[in-house]
């Protein structure tokens, strides 16, 4: 399938046929009709709770009704042992608004809005990209349909997760022009929600991006504002006694469903205290490296590069980043999908084989990883347990090889 940027001239040099173009988007649309079909299908037929459980959400809607009840629970109590909320007060009241509806209208809106979030993320990607009319449309089903099978969305929607919407609200803050004054506030409020989209201050601070990054500051430090006034007792808890440092919290640092850093480390060392050290130090690195990347891209127009690679970062260096976490994913694949079309010769069949490859790593084969379901033997079985964070340091050096020909041509070229 082929498929001209708008407004810039092929790498090839020459326009694809009429009748390519013609197809590209019947093609695109059928295949993501029967991806979503295939989906729609699984969740029917499959057994109860297979396919959506809603666990996450069902923490979410006990956090809500619990702010609006008896808020000084909100951090002891527990859904089940080790189960408790740990986002901040001010997603507590987002949660207490969501509390007022049915539980079962709560969890099937929560599926419907988290799919259009999907959807919505890539629109505004393909578009920050520079497609436009039917080729922005058929780009946009294109990848929809490979990333709905892709695992960290599958078990995003499986357990009611909010990663989906964060990411919408990110993509569409990203993608506003710069002369709006309130351009990065829609970060803000999502860091206010979970607190790794902080990363993009230091990223906007690297790009020169100085007004975007205090209108991050400002709608974050707002949302603590707002839970204390709302939730004094608990904010006090949460912010003042350093509950919300504490990677455990959360949940087992070591297990195999947390892809990131720490996590890695901590399962090849077998312990997270010694391996704690050992990950501040590859943490700092990687993200001065990544950060750096992503505002080399930025300053170069390559935007969406930009605060993907930003995004990658905060994944790899985050203490907890599980695999619904990495739903990112999905605007990656865009990217990859828009520089092979770019791009001429072996360099196209090169990013094609890359989207491919990526797409495929974090399929929704199973349960991740592979060698907890599959036993795999020795080294493979280790790749297996830690697959999301080796393709996400691969797309890093990517990104930062990228930033590197930026910095030493003035240019993007092609591979």
Same mark, same amino acid.
């Given at each position: 399938?082929? =498929?001209?940027r708008?407004?810039?001239?092929?790498?090839?040099?020459?326009?694809?046929?009429?009748?390519?173009?013609?197809?590209?988007?019947?093609?695109?649309?059928?295949?993501?009709? !029967?991806?979503?079909?295939?989906?729609?299908?699984? &969740?029917?037929?499959? #057994?109860?709770?297979?396919? =959506?459980?809603?666990?996450?959400?069902?923490?979410?809607?006990?956090?809500?009704?619990?702010? %609006?009840?008896?808020?000084?629970?909100?951090?002891?109590?527990?859904?089940?042992?080790?189960?408790?909320?740990?986002?901040?007060p001010?997603?507590?009241?987002?949660?207490?608004?969501?509390?007022?509806?049915p539980?079962?209208?709560?969890?099937?809106?929560?599926? &419907?809005?988290?799919?259009?979030?999907?959807?919505?993320?890539?629109?505004?990607?393909?578009?920050?990209?520079?497609?436009?009319?039917?080729?922005?449309?058929?780009?946009?089903?294109g990848?929809a349909?490979?990333?709905?099978w892709?695992?960290?969305?599958? %078990?995003?929607?499986?357990?009611?997760?909010?990663?989906?919407?964060?990411?919408?609200?990110?993509?569409?803050?990203m993608?506003?022009?710069?002369?709006?004054?309130?351009?990065?506030?829609g970060?803000? &409020?999502?860091?206010?929600? *979970?607190?790794?989209p902080?990363?993009?201050?230091?990223?906007?601070?690297?790009?020169?991006?100085l007004?975007q990054?205090?209108?991050?500051?400002?709608? +974050?430090?707002?949302?603590?504002?707002?839970? +204390?006034? +709302?939730?004094?007792?608990?904010?006090? *808890?949460?912010?003042?006694?350093?509950?919300?440092? #504490?990677?455990?919290?959360?949940?087992?640092?070591?297990?195999?469903?947390?892809?990131?850093?720490? $996590?890695? &480390?901590?399962?090849?060392?077998?312990?997270?205290?010694?391996?704690t050290?050992?990950?501040?130090?590859?943490?700092?690195?990687i993200?001065?490296?990544?950060?750096?990347?992503?505002?080399?891209?930025?300053?170069?127009?390559?935007?969406?590069?930009?605060? !993907?690679?930003?995004?990658?970062v905060?994944?790899?260096?985050s203490?907890?980043?599980?695999?619904?976490?990495?739903?990112?994913?999905?605007?990656?694949?865009?990217?990859?999908?828009?520089?092979?079309?770019r /791009?001429? $010769?072996t360099?196209?069949?090169?990013?094609?084989?890359?989207?491919?490859?990526?797409?495929?790593?974090?399929?929704?084969?199973?349960?991740?990883p592979?060698?907890?379901?599959?036993?795999?033997?020795?080294?493979?079985?280790?790749?297996?347990?830690?697959?999301?964070?080796?393709?996400?340091?691969g797309?890093?050096?990517?990104?930062?090889?990228?930033?590197?020909?930026?910095?030493?041509?003035g240019?993007?070229? /092609?591979?």
């Amino acid at each position: 399938m082929a =498929l001209a940027r708008p407004g810039l001239k092929r790498a090839s040099g020459a326009e694809p046929p009429s009748r390519q173009r013609a197809l590209a988007l019947p093609v695109a649309a059928g295949v993501c009709a !029967l991806a979503l079909a295939a989906y729609l299908v699984g &969740v029917i037929l499959r #057994h109860p709770g297979q396919m =959506l459980d809603w666990y996450d959400l069902e923490v979410y809607n006990h956090a809500g009704l619990i702010a %609006r009840s008896s808020p000084r629970r909100l951090y002891t109590w527990q859904l089940y042992p080790g189960i408790k909320f740990t986002y901040t007060p001010f997603a507590a009241l987002v949660f207490a608004g969501c509390s007022l509806l049915p539980w079962a209208v709560l969890r099937w809106l929560m599926t &419907v809005t988290s799919l259009a979030a999907l959807g919505v993320t890539l629109w505004l990607t393909v578009g920050a990209l520079g497609w436009r009319g039917r080729q922005r449309a058929a780009l946009l089903a294109g990848v929809a349909a490979a990333s709905l099978w892709t695992e960290p969305v599958q %078990r995003a929607l499986h357990l009611g997760q909010v990663e989906l919407l964060l990411m919408a609200l990110i993509a569409w803050d990203m993608g506003q022009p710069d002369r709006r004054w309130w351009k990065g506030a829609g970060v803000g &409020v999502a860091a206010g929600i *979970k607190l790794i989209p902080l990363v993009f201050i230091g990223y906007l601070v690297l790009a020169g991006k100085l007004r975007q990054a205090v209108a991050v500051t400002a709608a +974050f430090l707002g949302t603590i504002v707002i839970g +204390f006034a +709302f939730l004094p007792h608990t904010s006090a *808890k949460y912010w003042l006694t350093g509950y919300f440092v #504490h990677p455990g919290n959360v949940g087992a640092v070591r297990s195999l469903l947390n892809q990131s850093l720490l $996590g890695l &480390v901590a399962r090849g060392m077998g312990s997270v205290r010694h391996a704690t050290p050992v990950w501040l130090a590859v943490a700092v690195l990687i993200g001065l490296l990544g950060l750096a990347a992503a505002a080399v891209l930025d300053r170069a127009g390559r935007t969406v590069a930009g605060w !993907l690679t930003c995004a990658l970062v905060g994944l790899l260096c985050s203490p907890i980043s599980w695999d619904q976490h990495w739903v990112w994913v999905a605007p990656a694949i865009a990217l990859l999908a828009d520089t092979a079309l770019r /791009a001429r $010769g072996t360099a196209r069949w090169a990013w094609w084989g890359l989207a491919v490859a990526v797409a495929a790593l974090l399929g929704a084969w199973g349960s991740l990883p592979l060698g907890e379901v599959h036993p795999l033997p020795g080294s493979l079985r280790e790749l297996s347990w830690n697959s999301f964070v080796e393709v996400g340091l691969g797309l890093l050096a990517v990104a930062i090889g990228a930033a590197w020909r930026v910095r030493r041509h003035g240019r993007m070229p /092609a591979l």
